[in-house]
């Protein structure tokens, strides 16, 4: 039998005492506007979003975003930013009850400034209602913002705004600290805190699956690159996971401590050398040693100011779809 999930060696910095110092969320993915520190970078980097004119600001009431279109004006002030401070922030508003909306234009880092919001519509918008943005369902909103929070409750009319806690926090993945607390003061046997280390490889990844999503969207097939934006399907399809019986799962290579360590191949490649090098296991004919990842696991750019990296580890030049993407992202 290949690699236990425990037989992996532990994430370094990844230890009990470093993590009562964790920053509270787990890349932080919902900002309310008071938490908005980013707004000066966003100043500084004026915008120059597609047509229509979209300004955003800040005032005495708020932050909002103005748009204009053919002599008309819309003004909608801003509730939330969804984002990781990692490639890009999302706009937020409610309406009125029972109205969400998703702002046409988002704002991204890799080239500072304002682009459509993935899925929405690039042409030119016919009136100043449809360039503002996507109106959501109360159940869209909900849906949004349970993967981006923690403690939301849904209301008749959307999601209820007073018990959210912005991010992913503690509870969202351990469980409630109430119960924990309280199972400890009677003395329980069950100390009713969820302690996903003691989960199997496969358990574990079924629990990140629920936001980092299980399949591709409906209609796209598995090697569409948007797919890289959701993670556990390419590992899924790895020979690496199916044939390891659980031995790979999402914190062989992350912390959830922690935000993803970023150009720090050698850092992941210790993981794969770690299964790869043992006498039982193929050897790789073109490198058994140093760098593994840039070919078996390439970044690439599916989304036009985002970049994923293809969690489906494999040789990547035998297969058409993602392998040529990434080549064609180099240039
Ligand atoms: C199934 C869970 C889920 C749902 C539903 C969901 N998200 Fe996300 N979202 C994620 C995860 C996980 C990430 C981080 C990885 C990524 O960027 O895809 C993310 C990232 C983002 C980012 C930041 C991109 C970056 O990496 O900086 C934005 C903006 C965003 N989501 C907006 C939204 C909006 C708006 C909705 C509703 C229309 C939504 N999300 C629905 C899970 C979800
Ligand atoms: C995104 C999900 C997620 C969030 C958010 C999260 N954790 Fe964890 N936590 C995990 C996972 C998964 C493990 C098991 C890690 C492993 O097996 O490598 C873990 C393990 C731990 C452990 C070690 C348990 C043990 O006995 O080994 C502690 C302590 C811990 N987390 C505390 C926290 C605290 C405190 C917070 C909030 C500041 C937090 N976690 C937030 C997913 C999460
Ligand atoms: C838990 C152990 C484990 C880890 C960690 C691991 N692999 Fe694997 N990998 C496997 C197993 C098992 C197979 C299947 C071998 C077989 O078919 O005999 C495999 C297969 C492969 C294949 C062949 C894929 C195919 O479709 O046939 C490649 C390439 C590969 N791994 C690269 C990597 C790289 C690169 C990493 C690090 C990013 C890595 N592996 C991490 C266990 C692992
Ligand atoms: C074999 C190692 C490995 C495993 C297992 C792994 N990842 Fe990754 N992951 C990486 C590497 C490498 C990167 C790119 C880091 C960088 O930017 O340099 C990455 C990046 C990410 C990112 C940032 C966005 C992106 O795609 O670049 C997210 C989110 C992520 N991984 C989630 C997951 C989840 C969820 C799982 C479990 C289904 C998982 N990863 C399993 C190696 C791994
Ligand atoms: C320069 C790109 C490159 C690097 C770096 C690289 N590989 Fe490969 N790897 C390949 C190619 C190409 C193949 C297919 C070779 C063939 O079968 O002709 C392959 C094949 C494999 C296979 C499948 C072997 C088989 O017999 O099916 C495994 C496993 C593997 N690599 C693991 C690794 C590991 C682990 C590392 C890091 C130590 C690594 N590779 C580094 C390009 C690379």
Known sequence: MLARRSAQPAIPG????????????????????????????????????????????????????????GGEQ?????????????????????????????????????????DITPGQRTHTSSSVEEAVGIHLSPMEAFRCLRCHSTY???????????????????????????????????GASDRRLLNPGKLSGDELLLMCREFHRAEPPPGMLFDDPVVTRFQPVGLQMSACFQKSNGGITCTTCHDPHENVRRNANDFYNKRCVNCHNRAS???????????????????????????????????????????????????
Not at 20 to 27: K, L, V
Not at 31 to 46: E, T
């Open 14 to 69: 990844s230890t009990k005492a470093s993590r009562n110092q964790i920053t509270p969320t787990h890349c932080i993915l919902l900002l309310p506007l008071s938490g908005w520190r980013f707004l000066r970078a966003v100043r500084s980097n004026p915008a120059k979003p597609r047509r229509p004119a979209s300004s955003f600001r800040k005032s005495s009431a708020g932050y909002s975003v103005t748009v204009s279109l």
């Open 281 to 331: 296991q193929r050897r790789c004919k073109v490198q058994t040693a140093g760098e593994c990842v840039s070919c078996h696991m390439p970044k690439i750019r599916p989304l036009p100011h985002m970049s994923f990296t293809d969690h489906w580890i494999r040789v990547v030049s035998a297969s058409a779809g993602v392998g040529k993407k990434a080549r064609e992202d180099e240039r």
């Open 74 to 114: 819309k003004q909608i002030p801003i509730d939330w930013v969804f984002g990781a401070a990692d490639q890009g922030y999302t706009f937020f508003s409610r309406l009125s009850p029972g109205q969400f909306l998703e702002h046409r234009l988002s704002y991204y880092k890799r080239k500072p400034g304002f």
């Open 152 to 186: 939301l409750k849904q209301m008749p009319d959307g999601p209820d705004f007073s018990s959210v806690v912005p991010g992913v926090t503690c509870e969202r993945c351990h469980g409630p600290g109430a119960d924990h607390v309280n199972a400890i003061k009677t």
